[in-house]
C-alpha cells in the first residue's frame, strides 16, 4: 500500500512538469524532488502545490518539489520510474515552443484588440484591493529570480559547486550522527555493552573515511574523474602517512580532513585535464591517471595535508573561541542573517565548515544556532495567520506550509508569505536572532549545543543534537531555543510586521472584493509605493 500511494503521487506529478520528455534531470536531496525542466512553461505551478504530497515548490538552479524528509526518497525511485517507462513506449515528443497557453487571457495581436477607453458601461480594468495567496507566490517567485540572477557570479556560482560536493554525502552523515548518538546514549546508561563497539563501528566508519568520498564528488563535479579524485583523498586517511614528516612534523592519517581532500581532488582534475592534452593518446590510458595520483599526491603529502590542517585547526579554534566569548552576541548575528546569507547564495560557504567541525569534534555547534532563523519564520507566519482572520487565501497557504516550517523547511513561507509582504520577513529575521542568541549564551556558558550531521533543522534536528553535557541538557537548550525563536518571530510580526494600512488591505476575502463601477471608482493605495505590476500591500517595507 506505501508503495501505490507513492507511485501515485509520482505519476500526480509527472504531468504537471510537463511529462517525462520535459526532464532533463531528477534527482533529490533530504526534502525536495530536484528536476531540471527544458520548457518552464509546461510546469503546472499552482496544480502542483494543490497535491496532498506537496508541501510547496521552489524554482533555483533546479525546479525542487517539497515533499518531505522521508516521502521523496520513496517517491523519487517510482518517478524515476514512470520517467523511464513513458520515454521507453514511445519517444519524447519535442516541447512545444515557450509561449503563454490558450486561455481566454491569453493576448491576441494589437491590431485585433485594440485598448478601448473606458466607458460608464465599461469600468476600468484593476486588480484585487487584496491580494491573494497566489499573488503573494507570484512575487515571491519574481523576487527570487530576481535574486537568483544576481547571484549568478563566479564566486557563488563557484560556493554553489562547492555544495553540490557535499549534499550527496548528508544522508550518511544522517544515518551515522544519530547511531552515534544511539550508542553514545546506551554507554552513560550502560545498556547493551556487547552492542556499544558495533554501533562505534558503525558511526564511526563513514566519518574515517570521508575525505575518499569528497574527492571523488569533488572531481566529479568539476569535471574529472571520480575515482581518481577518491585515490588522491584516499592518501589523507592512509595510516601509512604517519612515516612522512611535512614542515618538520610527522603527518597523522586524516590531517587535513575533508579540506585537504577538497584541495587534492581539485588539483587532480586540473593536472588530469593537462595530462588529457599533452600526453599522446596511445599512452593516454597508462599515463594521464599515473601522472596525475603521482603528482597530487607528492603535492597533498608535503604540502596540502598540513597547511589544510592547520586550517581545519584553526576553524574550530575560532568557533570555539566565538561562542564562549561572545555567544549570545555571535547567536544573535549569526541567527539574524541567516536567511539573507541564503538568499545572497552565501551560506554554501558554511558547509564545508560544518563537515570540518563534525569531524574535528564529533558535531557543529554552528547548525543548531542556524536553525533558529527557520524558527522565527514560523512564529512570523503564524503571527500574519492570526493578523489576517478573512483573508482565507493566504492564511490557506500558511496553514499547508506550517507543518514543513516546524520540520525545518522553510521556503514556502519565505517566497509564499513573508519575503512578498516585505516587512514579516525582517520580523521574522529579528526571531532568528532572539533564538541563536539563546543558544549562543548557553555555549557561552559552557554548555555546547551542536548537531551530529548537516540538512536537518527545526524540529527534524532533534534526533541529531549533541553537546558536551547530558543528551536531557542539550535537547532542553535547543527546544527553548527554539521556543524563543518562535515566540520573538511571532510577537516583532504581530506588532511590527504589519502596518495599520497593510492590515486594512491585506485583512478582506479576495473572493469578496466589489467590482468598482462608473459610479464607484477603483480604490487606489495611497501611501504605498509599488513596483509595476506589483499588487497593492506587496511593497517595500
Not at 505551478?45 to 504530497?53: I, Q, R, T, V, Y
Not at 519564520?377 to 478573512?390: D, E, K, N, S, T
Not at 543534537?465 to 518562535?486: M, S
Amino acid at each position: 500500500m506505501p508503495e501505490d500511494k507513492n507511485r501515485a503521487t509520482a505519476a500526480a506529478i509527472l504531468p504537471l512538469v510537463g511529462g517525462a520528455g520535459n526532464l532533463t534531470s531528477i534527482a533529490h536531496c533530504m526534502t525536495r524532488l530536484r528536476l531540471g525542466i527544458q520548457d518552464r512553461s509546461l510546469v503546472q505551478d499552482e496544480a502542483l502545490k494543490a497535491l496532498p504530497a506537496v508541501m510547496g515548490v521552489v524554482e533555483d538552479d533546479t525546479y525542487q518539489i517539497v515533499l518531505g524528509p522521508g516521502t521523496v526518497a520513496r517517491v523519487t525511485p517510482e518517478f524515476e520510474r514512470l520517467v523511464a517507462d513513458s520515454r521507453a513506449l514511445a519517444p519524447a515528443a519535442e516541447p512545444e515552443p515557450p509561449g503563454p497557453p490558450l486561455t481566454s487571457e491569453t493576448t491576441t495581436p494589437q491590431s485585433a484588440t485594440a485598448p478601448t477607453p473606458p466607458t460608464a458601461t465599461q469600468p476600468p480594468p484593476t486588480s484585487p484591493a487584496t491580494p491573494t495567496a497566489e499573488e503573494l507566490a507570484a512575487h515571491g517567485a519574481a523576487l527570487k529570480a530576481r535574486q537568483k540572477s544576481r547571484n549568478a557570479t563566479p564566486v557563488k556560482l563557484f560556493l554553489r559547486r562547492i555544495a553540490n560536493i557535499f549534499v550527496p554525502l548528508i544522508p550518511a552523515l544522517i544515518g551515522c550522527g544519530i547511531i552515534a548518538g544511539i550508542n553514545g546514549l546506551l554507554t552513560n546508561l550502560g545498556w547493551l555493552p556487547s552492542v556499544v563497539p558495533a554501533l562505534a563501528a558503525m558511526a564511526s566508519g563513514f566519518m574515517s573515511l570521508i575525505a575518499v568520498f569528497v574527492g571523488y564528488n569533488t572531481a566529479k563535479e568539476f569535471g574529472g574523474t571520480p575515482v581518481l579524485g577518491g585515490a588522491v583523498a584516499a592518501v589523507i586517511v592512509f595510516p601509512g602517512v604517519t612515516h612522512i614528516a611535512a614542515f618538520g612534523q610527522h603527518l597523522s592519517p586524516g590531517q587535513g580532513g575533508v579540506l585537504g581532500a577538497l584541495a587534492a581532488a581539485l588539483l587532480a582534475v586540473q593536472v588530469e585535464k593537462w595530462c588529457r592534452k599533452a600526453v599522446p593518446e596511445a599512452l593516454d590510458v597508462l599515463l594521464t591517471p599515473t601522472l596525475t595520483v603521482l603528482v597530487t599526491g607528492l603535492v597533498t603529502l608535503f604540502g596540502l595535508m598540513f597547511v589544510a590542517g592547520e586550517a581545519a585547526t584553526a576553524i574550530g579554534t575560532c568557533a570555539n573561541w566565538l561562542l564562549a566569548h561572545g555567544g549570545a552576541f555571535a547567536g544573535l548575528i549569526l541567527g539574524g542573517l541567516f536567511l539573507p546569507l541564503v538568499m545572497l547564495g552565501l551560506h554554501q560557504a558554511l558547509i564545508p565548515l560544518h563537515t570540518t567541525l563534525i569531524e574535528q569534534q564529533g558535531y557543529t555547534v554552528l547548525l543548531p544556532i542556524l536553525a533558529m532563523a527557520g524558527a522565527g519564520q514560523v512564529g512570523a507566519a503564524i503571527a500574519v495567520y492570526l493578523r489576517l482572520p478573512r483573508n482565507r487565501s493566504i492564511r490557506r497557504t500558511i496553514k499547508s506550509a506550517l507543518p514543513a516550517g516546524f520540520l525545518g523547511v522553510g521556503e514556502p513561507l519565505i517566497y509564499g508569505v513573508s519575503l512578498p509582504l516585505g516587512r514579516p520577513f525582517i520580523t521574522a529575521c529579528l526571531g532568528g536572532a532572539c533564538g541563536g542568541a539563546f543558544v549562543g549564551f548557553f555555549n557561552q556558558l559552557g554548555d555546547a549545543v551542536g548537531s551530529t550531521a548537516i540538512g536537518p533543522s527545526g524540529w527534524a534536528l532533534f534526533p541529531l543534537v549533541k553537546g558536551n553535557h547530558t543528551l536531557a541538557t542539550t535537547l532542553t537548550v535547543y527546544a527553548l531555543g527554539l521556543a524563543v525563536g518562535y515566540l520573538a518571530g511571532f510577537l516583532a510580526t504581530y506588532f511590527f510586521g504589519l502596518s495599520k494600512q497593510m492590515r486594512a488591505e491585506l485583512n478582506a476575502d479576495p473572493g469578496s472584493a466589489p467590482t468598482p463601477t462608473a459610479a464607484e471608482p477603483a480604490p487606489t493605495t495611497a501611501g504605498i509605493a509599488t513596483a509595476p505590476g506589483t499588487p497593492a500591500g506587496l511593497g517595500a517595507p
